[in-house]
């Protein structure tokens, strides 16, 4: 059994040998650019406008680094990969650790009010295991203090949320299609947003911050005569990336999403009675792509239950170890609510091919174990 995998087969395979043998052009070229188009059509509002980069990191590091300055501040959940810090910390800002709902286990606004100061230029949300339930008192909270808002949903591709995907509202949204997310180019992310300035900026900077090169590279032509006016990065996206991304795209709805809304709904109505076990609230099992599946084991027990699923083959996660312990990001404060909750979360198996049959087994196990 696998924690999780990329769901690959003959049709990605198909389209990367298609880019090898019949376009030929393997960096970034026109099919980046289709690639672009139709994820622009699946998130569905014509407003909105994608650029796709080699990974979600990327896309973080290129938001965070087009509406701040160096020295500012970002408010961002201790509770998230690294990869969210070290996007702050490449784009030269400061991330400020706030603690998470206990419930909900995203960033808790209360926490935030108490460490605004006259340097918060932003907000960062993580739709930690891909619930979006506090995007609109995110977006309250941002208003009130003036701030912009940048959304790590690396879990949240394909969720929906207000009747409307991820990425069709909001300021700045960021996506990761990385070879375990819900869709994968390989590697892969892409910064969507309504804001022609923000997008100028990443299409631009993606490519060593050479002028309006994307435009050309998208006609299969190239700048010879070009001007650079800010730091740029290889950050673009290539062909083959984007060939595997577009077949990904076309079985997220028909294959990927319902099995991931199914199993994790499986999992919910499984554990939701079980004494001891505490399940993340706010999430709508209807409207939500899960990417992973995490859970508290309270009363001390959750590296026990770690461990006799591991004795049955069944590998389990952690996400995350929160990033205010890290050496480089050490605070001088606690958060409470995160350390805690990293002491119970465990994350169990999900993926598109695993079966109902195992998520029974696995919830079985777990309620043997703890009755
Ligand atoms: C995967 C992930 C990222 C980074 O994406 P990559 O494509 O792997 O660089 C950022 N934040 C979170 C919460 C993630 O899970």
């Known amino acids: 059994m696998r924690l999780s995998k990329s769901v690959v087969g003959n049709a990605e395979s198909d389209a990367v040998a298609d880019i090898i043998m019949n376009c030929g052009y393997l960096g970034m070229g026109e099919y980046v650019g289709f690639f672009e188009k139709e994820l622009e059509a699946y998130i569905g ?10 990974s979600g990191t990327a896309a973080i590091h290129l938001a965070v680094a087009a509406v701040t300055r160096p020295g500012d501040e970002v408010l961002v959940p201790t509770f998230t990969f690294v990869a969210t810090y070290q996007a702050i910390t490449a784009a030269g800002c400061v991330p400020v650790s706030c603690d998470i709902n206990p419930e909900t286990l995203l960033i808790d606004i209360d926490d935030c009010r108490k460490r605004i100061t006259s340097k918060t230029q932003v907000i960062l949300p993580v739709f930690y295991a891909s619930n979006t339930c506090n995007r609109d008192e995110v977006y309250r909270f941002a208003e009130e203090y003036n701030l912009r808002v940048i959304e790590d949903a690396a879990h949240a591709f394909g969720c929906v949320q207000n009747n409307k995907k991820i990425g069709a509202d909001g300021d700045i949204i960021c996506f990761s299609f990385d070879g375990i997310k819900n869709i994968t180019s390989g590697e892969g992310g892409a910064v969507v947003t309504s804001d022609s300035k923000i997008l100028e900026y990443v299409q631009d900077a993606r490519l060593l911050g050479v002028m309006k090169d994307s435009e050309k590279r998208y006609a299969g032509t190239r700048s010879w005569d070009f001007d650079v006016v800010n730091q740029g990065y290889r950050y ?28 994790a709904a499986e999992y919910h109505k499984l554990l939701k009675d079980v004494p001891g076990v505490k399940l993340i609230k706010g999430i709508d099992f209807n409207h939500t792509v899960s990417f992973i599946y995490p859970v508290m084991i309270l009363k001390g027990k959750r590296d026990a239950v770690k461990e006799i699923l591991n004795e049955k083959g069944i590998p389990t996660g952690i996400h995350y170890k929160p990033n205010h312990l890290l050496t480089k990001f050490k605070t001088d404060y606690s958060l409470p609510v995160a350390e805690e909750v990293y002491r119970e979360i465990i994350t169990l ?18 309620k043997t174990f703890i009755e």
């Open 45 to 54: 509002n014509p407003d909105y406008r994608v650029a796709c980069l080699n």
């Open 349 to 366: 198996p999900l993926h598109p091919e695993l079966s109902i049959r195992e998520v029974n087994y696995i919830c079985s196990l777990i």
């Open 236 to 263: 673009h996206m290539s062909n083959i990336f984007a060939a595997i991304g577009r077949v990904q795209l076309t079985r997220l709805d028909k294959e990927f999403s319902p099995k991931r809304k199914q199993l």
